[in-house]
C-alpha cells in the first residue's frame, strides 16, 4: 500500500526555517517523482517543487526560488523540503505527492498519490 507521511510542519517567525519531511511506504521511492504542494486559506492549491528520481528539479512557483530546496535521501525513502527566509505568504498546509513515472515533474491533476499536510504558519 502506498503511504506517504508529511511531517515537520510547525509556527515559525518571519525570516526562520523548516523543514519538511515526506517519508514513503510502499512503493520505490526512489523511483518516482516526489513534489510538495501548499494550499492556503481560500486559495488555490499550489505547486512548491519537485524532484524526479534522477535527481533533477523544477520549481512550480517562483515565488519560493532561493528560499526553498528539495532533496532525496533514498536509503531513508524520504524527500525534504528545506524552507529558508520564510515569509508569512509562505502560510499554508503543506502536501507531497508522488508521480508514478519519475523523469518528469507535471501538473499536480496528475499525481498519483498524496501524503495528509502538514501546516506550516509563518507569523510573529
Known amino acids: 500500500q502506498v503511504q506517504l507521511v508529511g511531517s515537520g510542519g510547525g509556527l515559525v517567525q518571519p525570516g526562520g526555517s523548516l523543514r519538511l519531511s515526506c517519508a514513503a511506504s510502499?512503493?520505490?521511492?526512489?523511483?518516482?517523482?516526489i513534489g510538495w504542494f501548499r494550499q492556503a486559506p481560500g486559495k488555490e492549491r499550489e505547486g512548491v517543487l519537485c524532484i524526479t528520481n534522477g535527481g533533477g528539479y523544477t520549481y512550480y512557483a517562483d515565488s519560493v526560488k532561493g528560499r526553498f530546496t528539495i532533496s532525496r535521501e533514498t536509503a531513508k525513502r524520504t524527500v525534504y523540503l528545506q524552507m529558508n527566509s520564510l515569509k508569512p505568504d509562505d502560510t499554508a498546509v503543506y502536501y507531497c505527492a508522488t508521480y508514478l513515472n519519475g523523469l518528469l515533474c507535471p501538473t499536480a491533476g496528475a499525481y498519483d498519490y498524496w501524503g495528509q499536510g502538514t501546516q506550516v504558519t509563518v507569523s510573529s
Open positions: 510502499g512503493f520505490a521511492m526512489g523511483r518516482y517523482t
